[in-house]
């Protein structure tokens, strides 16, 4: 498996993240938001300067993570529009940095998850867009898809080969749906998932330093190892000393807003992280 490390989460500033990325010894940055502007908004120029500063240290681009399908379920033809924009325009951006996948949700649920209906909505979407690259479906707190469970019925309805799994088990359980998604819950899709986002809830609370929370990451990184998982685990620290991160900033996490603080909770995420998966190397 390959580290890398969603660059919003250690600053704003691509020259930052990539210096970061690389002296810490991680393989790649998944691309959210960079200099104040959302990933789908993100300027052919922008993408270029963040490409560019990468392949100077030999480091990849992990992924492509925009907001697409974190919204609402479309309830109008103007909703409906603006909900295929983001997804073109996300492909598009994805496209343009060369990333590997764009990561999607399941929209916002209302009520109990209702994935089947979620994934009719999106199938419409999909096919009208025509995504160039894989999509992945992340287990997202507030969507319809909150576990592996609920992502393999999106999945299941959307009835296409070519979308993955982005498994987040610190959604699963920050959402409070389930409490404890390793290993049941992996056993259930573990040979759809493409690519693992990294953080550790305390409940449905808050974020907390990587390691002190509910996950046992050690352990799920020896079984990805054991399974022969070669993808990215990328991480999504959404923990600072001091603070704690606001749900609009989960939500919409960009800016600087969100970004403040990051680097030094980062950093030292990261190098746990990367303590437990070194003597993993070659196993999987």
């Known amino acids: 498996m390959r580290l890398a490390v969603i660059g919003d989460e250690v600053s704003q500033d691509p020259a930052l993240v990539a210096d970061t990325t690389a002296r810490l010894g991680f393989a790649g940055v998944e691309i959210r ?40 379920l479309p309830r109008s033809d103007t909703e409906l529009e ?48 025509r995504p ?26 959307l009835g296409r080969d070519d979308i993955g799994l982005l498994w987040d088990p610190g959604n699963s359980v920050f959402s409070g749906a389930e409490p404890e998604p390793f290993p049941q819950d992996y056993v259930l899709g573990n040979q759809l998932i493409r690519h693992v986002h990294v953080k550790d809830p305390d409940g449905t609370r808050q974020y907390v330093r990587l390691g002190d929370g509910d996950l046992p990451w050690p352990a799920i990184l020896e079984r990805l190892a054991d399974d022969d998982y070669r993808g990215f685990v990328s ?39 990367r303590s437990w998966v070194e003597p993993l190397r070659g196993t999987g």
């Open 132 to 157: 160039p690259m894989p999509l992945l479906l992340e287990t997202g707190t507030r969507t319809n898809s909150p576990t592996m469970r609920h992502s393999l019925q999106f999945l299941d309805e």
């Open 33 to 72: 938001s960079m200099e104040g502007t959302p990933p789908h908004l993100l300027s052919d120029g922008q993408l270029r300067r963040m490409t560019g500063l990468l392949a100077e240290r030999d480091l990849g681009v992990a992924g492509f993570a925009p907001p697409v399908f974190k919204s609402p």
């Open 82 to 129: 603006k909900v295929t924009e983001v997804l073109a325009e996300s492909c598009k951006r994805a496209g343009l940095a060369g990333a590997p996948h764009v990561r999607i949700f399941s929209f916002y649920r209302d009520g109990d998850p209702d994935p089947v209906r979620a994934a009719r909505m999106a199938k419409r979407v999909i096919e009208q867009v």
């Open 235 to 273: 991480l999504e620290t959404h923990w600072r000393h001091g603070r704690v991160l606001t749900p609009r900033q989960r939500d919409e996490p960009w800016g600087e807003s969100f970004s403040s603080g990051g680097l030094t909770a980062s950093v030292e995420c990261m190098r746990r992280l």
